[in-house]
């Protein structure tokens, strides 16, 4: 078990790791606590939230909109829930974004926490503040970026996580070793995802070094003025392939890092070795290198891009395995990209 506390953005957060739920008691008062979790994690761990006040959410992405957070409002009217109340997300990252979400916004205001229980949200969505909701298929169209008081990892929520969503997160773990820790890569290169679901303390650790590499560009740049925009690499393909070839995130965003790693050795530099070393690392963790994809129609949705600043994309390229800087590229030069290299 350890504690970090880390200051982001004025707002001190703490990290606890190797816990069990029942040990929260110790931190919030019980009587003020309410759970929010979904349907899927509630009934894979019901005696979890055995004596506890809690709200369960149907599972699943579709269920990020506003509609659910109202239920959600309705229902911590009918518990009384006052400032006093202290909110306990328990979810993957359509849970944390949500519950940071109506944490941020009810009574203008409550204190609240999180327990992701899936890789992505324990390495990616429950750090950094960022939450909020889809509005019909824009995603994250609405939202705040407000700290939880604490992140708590309960490892033992892994034990029911389909395999699927393992291989979802171990994407966001090599973007962060690809962008930021060459030594995290090697790593990496010598293990396998069954490693780390047999291997607790080496999950810890790998966990506990993908929390420092994210809250530290966080801290760099809270509100995603420059540094942080480290942290979309593979995300600006990745995103524009996701809903219309309906792929899991983890594997668009691994396309979408091969296409960044590609347009890197045209236009940066990055070397050829490098770029083999990457995909080799993303097939060995089961995701995508490739689909066959209709280009105008992922120009097209590339040009709706938050990422856009007038006739520019703000992408993500490697410098090397580790290193990565952010380029502007004109929506013209990315099109004749698109033509020729991918
Ligand atoms: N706020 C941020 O900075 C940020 C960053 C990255 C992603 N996100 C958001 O995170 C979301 C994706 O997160 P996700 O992949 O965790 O999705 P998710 O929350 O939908 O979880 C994936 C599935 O796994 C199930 N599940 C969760 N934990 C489980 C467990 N322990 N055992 C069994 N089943 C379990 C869920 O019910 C769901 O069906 C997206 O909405 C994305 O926009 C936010």
Redesign the pocket.
């Known amino acids: 078990m350890q504690t970090i506390i880390k200051k982001i953005a004025n707002k001190e957060v703490a990290f606890y790791f190797n816990q069990s739920l029942t040990n929260m008691e110790d931190l919030v008062k019980v009587s003020n606590v309410i759970y929010i979790t ?4 509630f009934a ?2 019901q005696q979890k939230f055995a004596n506890k006040k809690y709200i369960v959410v149907p ?3 579709a269920h ?1 909109q506003q509609q659910t957070v109202d239920n959600i409002i309705n229902k911590l009217v009918a518990f009384e829930a006052d400032r006093n109340s202290f909110l306990v997300g328990v ?7 949500m519950v ?1 979400y109506v944490a941020s916004i009810y009574m203008r205001g409550v204190p609240f926490g999180f327990v ?6 324990m390495v ?9 909701v ?1 509005v019909g298929v824009y ?2 169209m609405v ?1 705040t970026i407000t700290q939880p008081n604490f992140l708590w990892y309960d490892y033992s ?6 395999h699927a ?1 393992w291989v ?2 171990f994407a ?1 773990v090599i973007k962060h070793a690809a962008i930021k820790d060459g030594n995290l890569f090697t790593q990496l290169q010598q293990q396998t995802i069954t490693f780390y679901k047999e291997n607790l303390s080496a999950l810890d650790q790998l966990i506990q070094q993908n929390v420092a590499i994210k809250t530290n560009v966080v801290i760099a740049d809270p509100f995603e003025k420059n540094e942080r925009r480290l ?1 979309n690499f593979g995300h600006t393909f990745g995103h524009a392939l996701e809903n219309p070839y309906q792929l ?3 594997h668009a965003i691994s396309i979408g890092m091969v296409m960044a790693a590609k347009i890197s050795e045209e236009i940066n530099n990055f070397n050829s070795t490098d770029k083999e070393r990457l995909l080799n690392l993303l097939a060995k963790y089961e995701l995508t290198l490739q689909i066959n994809y209709d280009k105008p129609t992922v120009f097209n949705i590339l040009k709706k891009d938050k990422k856009r600043a007038a006739e520019t994309i703000n992408f993500i390229v490697l410098n090397a395995i580790g290193s990565a800087t952010v380029t502007p590229i004109p929506l013209v030069q990315l099109n004749d990209l698109l033509e020729q290299v991918l």
Do not use: M, S, Y
């Open positions: 979904d349907e899927t994690v894979a761990h599972a699943g992405e990020k979810g993957g990252g359509v849970i944390t974004d940071g992701p229980t899936t890789i992505l949200a990616d969505a429950a750090i950094g503040g960022k939450n909020g889809d995603k994250n939202g929520f892994l034990t029911t996580l389909p969503q979802n997160g966001e942290l899991a995130h983890g």
